[in-house]
Every structure is written in structure tokens, then in C-alpha cells.
């Protein structure tokens, strides 16, 4: 027998994918296409294209660094901190930032990837270092005060649920008391567990005892089975956190990722407690371009001679005396060979087992257990606001309930001119395990789907709250991305070894990316960019 929450999972999905059948005869004026990612150019490894053929020149510089998403980045930051200014950063697309990329639609900036940042607590010293050097935070009269410009503007977020928006991301009005109660539940246990256990971000910073090993055992879902946490509103919206942090569903992720979501920052609040109340429980820091407007300032330093985009390493191999990293200049259609001391490998980590020749155990072992979600991002333009059901008011992230989308966030919710205007809505999906998508294979979605068939699937999920939404958009410009995101499968942490490790590195080479943390957000790739870059420069990192 099929439960409600599984019942609305699979009627919402049927709807989505029914949708995708046909192009919609009244969306057909929107124009767009597929952006910021080259397939081709990220498979020519894959397809063994390049193999076998010599490079054609050869260059030295001290330092490179292969990959320039947030880790790359923060490590030619530690390196220009430590006076090293010989070095190179290899980016494979046209920009560097990786999944924290900006764009524009129409001149209206918005995210290509992740939207924002939560101001980061103690243990993320090098990312509040990098927030204070921005200009993002200062310290008055003795507290430390965040530049309320950068702060989400009000109202942060809402849910559209039974058919009227509502404040807040947790479905609280009309439920029955059981599922306040369970609310009141859930937010006891972690609370325990947060007091017993030390959930960290970056998780290196974290006690992974026998009590958090013992949550990495199991499934999420299992574990809320045995606290008996079955009421369907609490389960959708954790399986919601899972999908919006992990990309892949509540019984896809291990218990340990599922309670560190709120354990490692403020928690979970139930409806009507003291923390639920406070302003700065969930105080995060957005742009019109999302986290695109932290990488382009941690690339503009660098200049063009240091970043190279459109390159395609195919080799990094190292002796006694140096490193070895062959390249594939796709904009000069040239084989480069860089000789150096040192390389920092800031790549996915089934793309380090590829390329770093004779590979270690611990990478190879790391390639074949960790899995990565497939990922969608859609912004679409829109030549005036949205009508709106009734309930709380537009906010930055609006979502609706029982969904396979995460709903969308206004790129145009930060600005200070408060005037109705076009803006841009950037609308999350996720493809990776889930209940929502049984038996979907994300990955060839995501190659084999025209824009077409994301633009009607996105309209028709989305018109639920807003019929006037085709009416309104002008253009979609769609971002795929094939390894969005590290899942923290259930025993992935003793996998990867079972201990926190800040610096994980073989030699003369060093690696730093998120999924050397099991899961993938910016304080742990910023992180361990850092610690990697420190490293290297000789420096002790802290």
C-alpha cells in the first residue's frame, strides 16, 4: 500500500514527466537553450579523443593548480597570501567558479549554480577570514556585524502548500497536532545530538566519534523509521534539506548527512520555540548572481595570465624532482606539457583517479565509492512579476510542496529600489537518487533532453502557484551539470577513511575539493583549497 507522501511524490513526478511528452503550445514564444557547461570538452578524457598524443609545447611555473571551481581558487588565494606568485590555475570551461558560477539573462543577473552562503560559524575560520577581507563582515565594538546589504533580504522564504503560500519551508498550517508533535520531536533529537555529538563545518573540524560513525552506518530514512518520525509533512520537507544540500533523497544519504544539515549550523526549530524566533538562525549572505559574486572576486586578483580556461588536463604524473601535468588547449587546439614543483589537484575525485597517473590506494579507493548527483539550473526571464495566490508574501526562495523541482529563488529580491519590474527566477533540480525520480537515470536525462523538454517540465510545476508563468517568460537559459554534487551515501565517512583529515595529499601533489568531505558545499571546498594552497606554500595550516 502506497503512502500519501509517496502518493503526492509520484503524482507530482507523473505530472512533471507528462509534461515533458509534448512542447507546450503557449511556451513555444520563450526562446533559450543550453549554457555555461561543455559537455564535449568535459568528455574528451572520457572518449579517449586526446590519448596517446605528445604535447607539442612545454612550460614551467612552480605551482599548478588543476581545476578552478571554490577549491582551486582558495588555493592560488593561500598561495598569493604566502608570496607565491608563480603559479598557473586550469580551468576546463570558460570561466572559473565551478558550480558557484554568475550569469546574466536579458542584462538581469543570476545564479548559474549555488545561490548563497550561511554565515559560517567558529569553526570556519578561513571562510570568515575571506568574508572580513571582502568587506562582507567587521568587527564593532567588540561583536562581529555582517554588511546587511549582503544579509537575505525579508521575507527570506515560503512554501506553497494546500494551495496558499505560507511563511517558512516546514508545512505548518492546517497540520494536525501529531505533526507538531513530531516537529517538537525531531528538534529534541538533534538538539541532544548536537550537545553530545561536535557536528563541524568544515566537517574536519568535526568529532567524527563512534556516535557519528554509527549515524554514517544507515540511511536517513531508517534511522527516522527507529525514532518512529513517520508523519508524512516532516518526512517531505527532510527529504527537501537532503535534496537541496546532497541531491539525492532521504533514503539515499546516510543519517549522519541527514541530521548534520542542521546540526552543524543552528539546528532545527519547531514551530513556535525560542530559536524558531531568533533573526540569525538562518542568516545567509545572496546576490543577484549568487555565489558567482564570491568567485569573481577570487579570480579578478589572479588576472589572465594565472587563470587559463578552456583546458582540459589529461595527465599529472610526478617524479623525485617535479610534477607533470599535460593539458589540452581547446581554444589553441594544443597539447601543453607544465612542468612544476608542486600540483594542487582541485578536481571531482573520479576525475583525480583519471588523470593522476599510478594513483594512490586512497584516491583509487575513493573513486569507486563515492557517487555524485546530476544537476539542473534554469533561469528564466521574466518581463514583469508574477501574479501571486494568496498567503505570505514573494520572498527569495519560494517553494512548493511535493515537487521533483526545489522550487525557485529572485535573483531581483535583493535589490534596494523596491519598484515592480522584469527580473530572473532560478529554478533547482536535482537528479540524483530519490523516490521522486525511481528508476530515472539522471545523467542521461540531462545529455539526451532538449531545453524543450526542461522548459515545459519547469512551467508545468511551477504553474501550480503562478498560471501566468509562461505568459510572462521571455527566454530560459538552462545549466547541466553531470557531478553536481557528492552524495553522503550511508558509510561513505568510514569509507574515506573514518577520521576528519584537512589535507589530504601524495608527495608533490596535493588534493583539495569538496568530496574529500563526502558532500559538497562552499565552506568545505573553500576549505580545503585553503589548507591544500597553505600546504604547498610550506605553511602550517591552522
Avoid at 221 to 235: E, F, K
Avoid at 376 to 398: I, K
Avoid at 411 to 437: K, N
Avoid at 503 to 511: H, S, T
Wanted: net charge neutral; glycine share 12%; charged share 25%.
Amino acid at each position: 500500500m502506497i503512502g500519501r507522501r509517496r502518493f503526492l511524490g509520484a503524482a507530482a513526478g507523473s505530472l512533471a514527466l507528462a509534461a515533458c511528452e509534448a512542447p507546450s503550445s503557449s511556451a513555444s514564444h520563450i526562446g533559450g537553450g543550453f549554457e555555461g557547461i561543455d559537455m564535449a570538452r568535459g568528455h574528451a578524457l572520457r572518449d579517449g579523443s586526446l590519448a596517446g598524443k605528445a604535447p607539442q609545447e612545454s612550460r614551467r611555473t612552480r605551482v599548478v593548480i588543476a581545476g578552478g571551481g571554490v577549491a582551486g581558487l582558495a588555493a592560488a588565494r593561500a598561495l598569493r597570501l604566502a608570496g607565491i606568485e608563480d603559479f598557473v590555475l586550469l580551468e576546463l570551461e570558460d570561466e572559473p567558479g565551478g558550480n558557484s558560477r554568475g550569469t546574466a539573462v536579458k542584462g538581469v543577473p543570476c545564479p548559474m549554480g549555488a545561490h548563497y552562503l550561511p554565515v559560517p560559524g567558529d569553526d570556519a575560520r578561513e571562510v570568515q577570514d575571506l568574508l572580513e577581507e571582502l568587506g562582507l563582515r567587521r568587527r564593532v565594538a567588540g561583536r562581529w556585524e555582517y554588511d546587511e546589504r549582503h544579509l537575505c533580504h525579508s521575507p527570506q522564504e515560503r512554501l506553497f502548500f494546500e494551495g496558499r503560500w505560507q511563511e517558512g519551508l516546514l508545512p505548518v498550517q492546517g497540520v494536525p497536532a501529531g505533526t507538531l508533535a513530531q516537529y517538537q520531536r525531531f528538534d529534541s533529537l538533534v538538539e541532544s545530538l548536537r550537545r553530545r555529538e561536535h557536528f563541524a563545518i568544515p566537517m574536519a573540524r568535526s568529532a567524527l566519534g563512534p556516535g557519528q560513525l554509527a549515524l554514517d552506518a544507515q540511511p536517513f530514512d531508517a534511522w527516522l523509521d527507529q525514532q518512529g518520525l513517520d508523519d508524512p509533512h516532516l518526512r517531505w520537507y527532510l527529504d527537501y534539506c537532503c535534496r537541496d544540500d546532497y541531491g539525492a533523497g532521504s533514503e539515499a544519504v546516510s543519517a549522519w548527512a541527514g541530521i548534520h544539515y542542521f546540526a552543524s549550523r543552528h539546528g532545527f526549530h519547531a514551530p513556535g520555540s525560542a530559536a524558531d524566533e531568533s533573526p540569525e538562525r538562518d542568516a545567509v549572505l545572496t546576490w543577484a548572481e549568487g555565489n558567482g559574486w564570491l568567485t569573481r572576486r577570487l579570480a579578478e586578483p589572479l588576472g589572465a595570465q594565472r587563470v587559463l580556461c578552456g583546458q582540459v588536463v589529461m595527465r599529472i604524473s610526478q617524479g623525485r624532482s617535479g610534477v607533470e601535468v599535460d593539458v589540452f588547449d581547446a581554444g589553441r587546439r594544443a597539447l601543453v606539457r607544465w612542468q612544476a614543483e608542486h600540483c594542487i589537484v582541485a578536481l571531482p575525485i573520479f576525475l583525480a583517479a583519471r588523470v593522476v597517473e599510478s594513483p594512490p590506494d586512497f584516491l583509487r579507493r575513493a573513486a569507486a565509492t563515492l557517487r555524485h548527483a546530476p544537476w539542473l539550473v534554469a533561469n528564466v526571464h521574466l518581463g514583469a512579476p508574477l501574479a501571486d495566490r494568496p498567503g505570505a508574501a514573494p520572498s527569495w526562495d519560494n517553494v512548493l510542496y511535493g515537487t521533483r523541482g526545489l522550487g525557485y529563488v529572485d535573483a531581483g529580491h535583493q535589490r534596494l529600489d523596491p519598484t515592480p519590474r522584469e527580473t530572473v527566477i532560478s529554478w533547482y533540480r536535482p537528479l540524483g537518487p530519490s523516490r521522486h525520480d525511481a528508476g530515472i537515470d539522471g545523467r542521461r536525462l540531462l545529455l539526451e533532453r532538449p531545453w524543450t523538454a526542461w522548459r515545459d517540465e519547469l512551467l508545468a510545476e511551477l504553474s501550480a502557484a503562478h498560471p501566468d508563468l509562461a505568459g510572462l517568460a521571455t527566454r530560459i537559459q538552462i545549466t547541466r551539470y553531470g557531478h553536481a554534487m557528492a552524495i553522503p551515501a550511508p558509510g561513505l565517512l568510514a569509507q574515506l577513511g573514518g577520521r576528519p583529515q584537512r589535507l589530504v595529499r601524495e608527495g608533490r601533489v596535493a588534493f583539495a575539493h569538496a568530496d574529500w568531505s563526502g558532500y559538497s558545499i562552499f565552506e568545505e571546498a573553500f576549505s580545503r583549497g585553503h589548507w591544500a594552497g597553505t600546504a604547498v606554500a610550506g605553511r602550517p595550516a591552522v
